[in-house]
């Protein structure tokens, strides 16, 4: 049993600590975005793959805002988001929840301008353009074919797009993405397949694949912990039960399969990785966990998914992980991800990794 008041003390360490390393990242290199760390270094000529990680910036920016009071996180906060502007009109990523969600969506919550809520709408609008009508799917920025488990957590920003605006054709692009997903990318043992591909003429579904998972038919722990978030943001949007049944069977592989520390390896088929731990599946799970106990209506599932997030946030904030014990190391969370495969951000600090770290520190400590 985690001893709440202590695990307190250690997220306002982790909140105080964060605070300075982004403070080092925004002086030292303005107006740069990263993705990973290369052996802890933010700035690095690596690959980028896909450009789905600005968000994560200000939306750490903002939390750190709402922790300190100060005046400077808000500041950068604001230009950190407003550098995003433009990309409410974007159609080559699936990502716009990530960029839009964690910045102009935090920075509406503390403000209230409708304005700002604008551009949360467009991005919601945007995304809602990549519907494959045979199929029923978003599509990813792979291919027309191709549809992602990671575009669950993008799927919610279309859901708040056709809700404030009464849109009853963006809503049904929404659910019908999420209840494709549902059936054929997420398994009858709750496990999760990273990429679906569909026949482009038919809309017929032909096989699971995977990019940054170990096998087509194994389960990459990022993808999941995507989907365990992703219908657990759909239920609280909609309601639907299945939404809520597929994020507690997501959940429900996580916390079998995974070791009593909480944190997952990359995938769970892997025997004997290499690098043991893929910390950001961890902190998207926790954040995510966190939701669930709280739409779950079922007492004694809530108490295991609280008490589990809280597990994973103790390990998160010791020094095998969080980074203050290791001098020179820029970024916050250790041992994250990013594509095992083409060798990107292997054992390093990832930006969402960060991210979703402070927003289960953030749940923690009662901010949100
Ligand atoms: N959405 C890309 C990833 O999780 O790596």
């Not at 303005?30 to 980028?48: I, L, R, S």
């Amino acid at each position: 049993m985690i001893d709440t008041a202590r695990l307190q003390e250690k997220c306002r360490t982790a909140m105080d600590f964060a605070a300075g390393q982004l403070t080092a990242l925004v002086e030292n290199h303005p107006d740069y975005f990263p993705m990973y760390t290369q052996n802890g270094k933010w700035k690095h000529g690596g690959e980028a793959w896909t450009n789905w990680c600005e968000g994560f910036l200000g939306g750490q920016l903002w939390m750190l805002h709402r922790h300190t009071g100060d005046a400077y996180f808000r500041e950068k906060a604001e230009h950190y988001s407003r550098h995003l502007e433009e990309r409410k009109w974007d159609r080559n990523v699936h990502d716009l929840g990530f960029l839009f969600w964690s910045t102009w969506r935090r920075w509406y919550e503390l403000t209230g301008d409708p304005v700002l809520n604008e551009t949360v709408i467009q991005a919601g609008k945007t995304m809602g353009l990549r519907f494959k009508e045979k199929g029923e799917y978003l599509r990813s920025f792979v291919a027309d074919e191709s549809l992602f488990i990671d575009i669950m957590m993008n799927v919610g920003i279309i859901f708040y797009a056709a809700l404030q605006t009464d849109d009853a054709d963006l809503l049904s692009i929404a659910n019908r993405h999420c209840l494709t997903t549902r059936r054929y990318l997420v398994r009858g043992d709750g496990s999760t397949s990273h990429e679906g591909l569909f026949n482009l003429e038919t809309g017929e579904f032909i096989r699971q694949s995977t990019h940054q998972g170990w096998r087509d038919d194994s389960s990459w722990a990022r993808g999941l912990a995507w989907s365990l978030y992703g219908f657990g943001t759909a239920y609280s949007f909609t309601g639907d039960a299945r939404y809520l049944q597929t994020a507690e069977l997501n959940a429900q592989f996580y916390i079998e399969q995974t070791q009593a520390n909480g944190v997952p390896p990359n995938d769970w088929a892997e025997a004997n990785p290499k690098n043991p731990y893929e910390s950001s599946a961890a902190a998207i799970a926790a954040s995510g966990l966190i939701n669930l106990s709280r739409i779950t209506g079922d007492p004694t599932r809530a108490r295991l998914y609280h008490d589990y997030a809280l597990q994973i946030v103790d390990t998160l904030t010791g020094p095998e992980f969080l980074a203050n014990e290791t001098p020179g190391w820029e970024g916050v969370l250790k041992q994250g991800m990013y594509h095992e495969r083409k060798g990107l951000g292997v054992n390093e600090s990832v930006m969402w990794g960060d991210y979703f770290f402070l927003e289960a520190v953030s749940k923690v400590l009662g901010y949100e």
